[in-house]
C-alpha cells in the first residue's frame, strides 16, 4: 500500500503503542517511568517485557479470503491483521505485550473510494462476514476490536485512510467538507491556508480521524463551549450497506429529529462516515490565561462551577486535584491546580479571564501565573504549571505501553454528572475505588481532574494505577473497572461522557439506556443494515428470532 497523506512518507504506525515505527523513546524517559512508577507504587520486584516484535507474535490463518474484484485493496498481509486487532485500552495494550492474539480480522480493507466501500459491505453481507469501520485505531473502549462471534464467518476490517483530504472550504460559511478518515494533523494542515481551524483537539489528535471523533462522539480542545464534535457538525454523508444517506447541508433546522444525530455516536453501527461538513473557527490570534491554587479540590470545584455559570466559557479549563498535579508537573503534591485560559481570533480576552481570577480568589485561589494581551500568553502557556500539564498530556500516550510492559494496572475511566451530586458521589466513587484497590493490588493510586465542564455538571477523569503482575493484571484490571462502573451507574453518573462505548463498557450503557430506545436503534438497523454487518456487538445486539 502507498502511504497517503495521513502518515509521514515510508513510515507505518506502531502496532504494539503509540507513535510511528524508529520513533523511539529515548531509554532514559523509559527508565525514569520505571522508577517513577515503582516509587509511587511501593514496587520493587517486576518484570519489564520487552517490546513484542512482529515475528513473536502467532496468529491464525484467514478464515475467507477476499475476490479478486476486491483484491486491489484488500489484504491478509500479518502485519496489517495484527495492526488492526487491538486499540489503545488497558487490556489491549497488556494482551500485546503478552503476544495473545486470539481474533484478529482475516481481511483488511483499504478503500478509496465509496464504491469500494460498498463493495466490501456487499461482500460481507452476502456472506455472513462482520465489518469493522477503522479510523486511526485509537479507541479505549474495544471499539474496532474485531467482534468474537462465531455467527460471523470472517471478519474484514475496513481501514479508512485513504479517504484522507479536505475536499472543499467555504469561506463565507465558514464550513468544510472533510472526508472521514482525515487525521488530526493532516486535517488541519490542508485548512492551515485558508486561514481556518477546527479546533477540535482530543489527546489521541494525532492518531484519530474526523469520522472516528464523529461516530464516538468525541469531545476535544474546548473545556467548555464546543466540546463535543456534535456541535461542529453541519452535514454527514455516511455509506450504509443499503446506500448512501447524505444530510442536506444547514446551519440550523427544526425539521423532525436531526438526521446527523443518528450517526453522531452510533459507532459505526449504522455507516461509514466517508464525508463532513464541519463548521470551522478563525486562527487564534489572543490568548489569555492563568494557574490557580486551591487548599483542597472541592474548594476549587466552587470556583470552577461558578465560572461556567456565569458564562465565561473558558477555552481550556483543567482542574487537577493534588495527586494529578503532582504527576503532571503541575504542582508539589500539596494543593489542586486550576489551568485555565481564553482564546479568540477577533478579540483580546483578558476581561474573561480577569473576571475568572477574581472568581477563584472569592474561593481562597492563589493566583500563580498569569498571561495575556500585553504578554506572550502563548509562550507562557508552554511554561511553569501550564507547560508541564501541556508537555505530559500531549506525550503520556507515548508512555502507555511502558506501563503495559511493567506488568502494572494502569487505567482511567470518565463520566459526567451534576452539580448537585458532585461532592457526595465524588467523595463515594474515590473510596471505593481506593478500597478496591487495597483489597485486590494491595494498594494503589486513584486521582482526578475536570476535563470538561458546563453549567449544570462536570465531567470528572479519574486515573487508576495499582501494583499487579503480567499474570494477574488483566484480572485485576477488570475488577477495579467493574467497581468504578458499577459506582457510576449506580450514583447517577453517565458511564462515558467521551470515549465512546465500545465493547469495554456494553454491560453498564445496557442499564444507563432505556430499552424502548435501545430497540429504536435495532429497527433502525435493520433498516440500514438488514445483515447486521457493521460492528456486530457494539452499542447493541441482533434481537433473537
Same mark, same amino acid.
Not at 36 to 49: E, N, P, Q, Y
Not at 185 to 212: C, D
Given at each position: 500500500?502507498?502511504?497517503?497523506?495521513?502518515?509521514?512518507?515510508?513510515?507505518?504506525?506502531?502496532?504494539?503503542?503509540?507513535?510511528?515505527?524508529?520513533?523511539?523513546?529515548?531509554?532514559?524517559?523509559?527508565?525514569?517511568?520505571?522508577?517513577?512508577?515503582?516509587?509511587?507504587?511501593?514496587?520493587?520486584?517486576?518484570?519489564?517485557?520487552?517490546?513484542?516484535?512482529?515475528?513473536?507474535?502467532?496468529?491464525?490463518?484467514?478464515?475467507?479470503?477476499?475476490?479478486?474484484?476486491?483484491?486491489?485493496?484488500?489484504?491478509?498481509?500479518?502485519?496489517?491483521?495484527?495492526?488492526?486487532?487491538?486499540?489503545?485500552?488497558?487490556?489491549?495494550?497488556?494482551?500485546?505485550?503478552?503476544?495473545?492474539?486470539?481474533?484478529?480480522?482475516?481481511?483488511?480493507?483499504?478503500?478509496?473510494?465509496?464504491?469500494?466501500?460498498?463493495?466490501?459491505?456487499?461482500?460481507?453481507?452476502?456472506?455472513?462476514?462482520?465489518?469493522?469501520?477503522?479510523?486511526? =485505531? *485509537?479507541?479505549? $473502549?474495544? !471499539? &474496532?476490536?474485531?467482534?468474537?462471534?462465531?455467527?460471523?464467518? %470472517?471478519? @474484514?476490517?475496513?481501514?479508512?485512510?485513504?479517504?484522507?483530504?479536505?475536499?472543499?472550504?467555504?469561506?463565507?460559511?465558514?464550513?468544510?467538507?472533510?472526508?472521514?478518515?482525515?487525521?488530526?494533523?493532516?486535517?488541519?494542515?490542508?485548512?492551515?491556508?485558508?486561514?481556518?481551524?477546527?479546533?477540535?483537539?482530543?489527546?489521541?489528535?494525532?492518531?484519530?480521524?474526523?469520522?472516528?471523533?464523529?461516530?464516538?462522539?468525541?469531545?476535544?480542545?474546548?473545556?467548555?463551549?464546543?466540546?463535543?464534535?456534535?456541535?461542529?457538525?453541519?452535514?454527514?454523508?455516511?455509506?450504509?450497506?443499503?446506500?448512501?444517506?447524505?444530510?442536506?447541508?444547514?446551519?440550523?433546522?427544526?425539521?423532525?429529529?436531526?438526521?446527523?444525530?443518528?450517526?453522531? =455516536? *452510533?459507532?459505526? $453501527?449504522? !455507516? &461509514?462516515?466517508?464525508?463532513?461538513?464541519?463548521?470551522?473557527? %478563525?486562527? @487564534?490570534?489572543?490568548?489569555?490565561?492563568?494557574?490557580?491554587?486551591?487548599?483542597?479540590?472541592?474548594?476549587?470545584?466552587?470556583?470552577?462551577?461558578?465560572?461556567?455559570?456565569?458564562?465565561?466559557?473558558?477555552?481550556?479549563?483543567?482542574?487537577?486535584?493534588?495527586?494529578?498535579?503532582?504527576?503532571?508537573?503541575?504542582?508539589?503534591?500539596?494543593?489542586?491546580?486550576?489551568?485555565?485560559?481564553?482564546?479568540?481570533?477577533?478579540?483580546?480576552?483578558?476581561?474573561?479571564?480577569?473576571?475568572?481570577?477574581?472568581?477563584?480568589?472569592?474561593?481562597?485561589?492563589?493566583?500563580?501565573?498569569?498571561?495575556?494581551?500585553?504578554?506572550?500568553?502563548?509562550?507562557?502557556?508552554?511554561?511553569?504549571?501550564?507547560?508541564?500539564?501541556?508537555?505530559?498530556?500531549?506525550?503520556?500516550?507515548?508512555?502507555?505501553?511502558?506501563?503495559?510492559?511493567?506488568?502494572?494496572?494502569?487505567?482511567?475511566?470518565?463520566?459526567?454528572?451534576?452539580?448537585?451530586?458532585?461532592?457526595?458521589?465524588?467523595?463515594?466513587?474515590?473510596?471505593?475505588?481506593?478500597?478496591?484497590?487495597?483489597?485486590?493490588?494491595?494498594?494503589?493510586?486513584?486521582?482526578?481532574?475536570?476535563?470538561?465542564?458546563?453549567?449544570?455538571?462536570?465531567?470528572?477523569?479519574?486515573?487508576?494505577?495499582?501494583?499487579?503482575?503480567?499474570?494477574?493484571?488483566?484480572?485485576?484490571?477488570?475488577?477495579?473497572?467493574?467497581?468504578?462502573?458499577?459506582?457510576?451507574?449506580?450514583?447517577?453518573?453517565?458511564?462515558?461522557?467521551?470515549?465512546?462505548?465500545?465493547?469495554?463498557?456494553?454491560?453498564?450503557?445496557?442499564?444507563?439506556?432505556?430499552?424502548?430506545?435501545?430497540?429504536?436503534?435495532?429497527?433502525?438497523?435493520?433498516?440500514?443494515?438488514?445483515?447486521?454487518?457493521?460492528?456486530?456487538?457494539?452499542?447493541?445486539?441482533?434481537?433473537?428470532?
Amino acid at each position: 500500500m502507498n502511504a497517503p497523506m495521513n502518515m509521514p512518507k515510508g513510515q507505518r504506525r506502531k502496532f504494539w503503542s503509540w507513535g510511528y515505527e524508529g520513533q523511539d523513546i529515548p531509554e532514559s524517559e523509559v527508565k525514569s517511568m520505571h522508577e517513577r512508577v515503582a516509587k509511587r507504587l511501593g514496587m520493587s520486584d517486576f518484570t519489564i517485557l520487552s517490546d513484542p516484535t512482529l515475528d513473536e507474535i502467532e496468529i491464525r490463518a484467514p478464515r475467507i479470503k477476499p475476490p479478486a474484484s476486491l483484491a486491489s485493496f484488500c489484504t491478509t498481509e500479518k502485519w496489517d491483521r495484527v495492526a488492526h486487532t487491538y486499540g489503545k485500552s488497558f487490556r489491549d495494550l497488556a494482551m500485546i505485550y503478552k503476544r495473545k492474539y486470539p481474533n484478529p480480522p482475516d481481511v483488511v480493507a483499504y478503500p478509496r473510494d465509496e464504491k469500494d466501500i460498498a463493495a466490501v459491505l456487499d461482500w460481507c453481507g452476502e456472506n455472513g462476514y462482520a465489518a469493522v469501520p477503522f479510523g486511526g =485505531g *485509537s479507541s479505549v $473502549t474495544g !471499539g &474496532i476490536n474485531p467482534p468474537d462471534d462465531s455467527s460471523y464467518k %470472517g471478519v @474484514v476490517t475496513i481501514d479508512l485512510e485513504n479517504l484522507n483530504r479536505v475536499l472543499e472550504v467555504d469561506p463565507t460559511s465558514r464550513a468544510a467538507r472533510i472526508q472521514g478518515g482525515t487525521f488530526g494533523p493532516s486535517l488541519e494542515e490542508q485548512l492551515k491556508p485558508h486561514g481556518f481551524t477546527l479546533r477540535h483537539i482530543p489527546q489521541s489528535w494525532e492518531f484519530s480521524t474526523l469520522g472516528g471523533w464523529i461516530a464516538t462522539r468525541s469531545s476535544g480542545h474546548y473545556a467548555t463551549h464546543l466540546t463535543h464534535i456534535d456541535d461542529m457538525v453541519e452535514s454527514l454523508r455516511v455509506v450504509t450497506p443499503t446506500g448512501t444517506i447524505t444530510n442536506r447541508r444547514l446551519p440550523a433546522s427544526g425539521a423532525g429529529p436531526s438526521p446527523d444525530r443518528a450517526f453522531i =455516536g *452510533s459507532e459505526g $453501527t449504522l !455507516g &461509514i462516515i466517508t464525508e463532513a461538513w464541519m463548521r470551522l473557527q %478563525g486562527r @487564534v490570534k489572543f490568548r489569555a490565561n492563568a494557574s490557580v491554587s486551591f487548599k483542597t479540590f472541592y474548594e476549587g470545584a466552587k470556583a470552577v462551577r461558578q465560572i461556567t455559570q456565569a458564562g465565561l466559557y473558558p477555552a481550556n479549563c483543567r482542574y487537577l486535584d493534588e495527586k494529578d498535579a503532582f504527576f503532571y508537573g503541575a504542582g508539589d503534591g500539596t494543593e489542586s491546580m486550576l489551568l485555565i485560559g481564553y482564546e479568540s481570533a477577533d478579540h483580546p480576552v483578558d476581561a474573561w479571564l480577569d473576571r475568572s481570577l477574581e472568581i477563584c480568589r472569592d474561593y481562597g485561589g492563589t493566583v500563580k501565573q498569569k498571561a495575556g494581551t500585553g504578554t506572550d500568553a502563548l509562550e507562557t502557556s508552554r511554561s511553569g504549571a501550564q507547560g508541564s500539564w501541556r508537555n505530559q498530556f500531549r506525550y503520556l500516550p507515548y508512555l502507555m505501553h511502558v506501563r503495559a510492559a511493567m506488568g502494572i494496572v494502569s487505567f482511567t475511566f470518565e463520566t459526567a454528572y451534576t452539580w448537585d451530586k458532585f461532592e457526595a458521589l465524588d467523595t463515594e466513587v474515590m473510596r471505593r475505588v481506593a478500597e478496591a484497590e487495597k483489597k485486590i493490588c494491595g494498594g494503589g493510586i486513584v486521582c482526578r481532574r475536570f476535563s470538561f465542564l458546563y453549567p449544570d455538571g462536570p465531567a470528572p477523569y479519574y486515573s487508576i494505577m495499582a501494583p499487579s503482575s503480567h499474570e494477574k493484571n488483566i484480572e485485576h484490571y477488570a475488577a477495579l473497572n467493574k467497581v468504578a462502573s458499577d459506582a457510576l451507574l449506580e450514583l447517577g453518573a453517565t458511564i462515558t461522557h467521551h470515549h465512546a462505548v465500545g465493547r469495554s463498557f456494553r454491560p453498564w450503557y445496557d442499564k444507563e439506556i432505556d430499552p424502548g430506545f435501545i430497540r429504536m436503534m435495532q429497527a433502525s438497523k435493520r433498516e440500514v443494515d438488514p445483515n447486521w454487518v457493521l460492528n456486530p456487538g457494539i452499542l447493541f445486539d441482533k434481537p433473537k428470532a
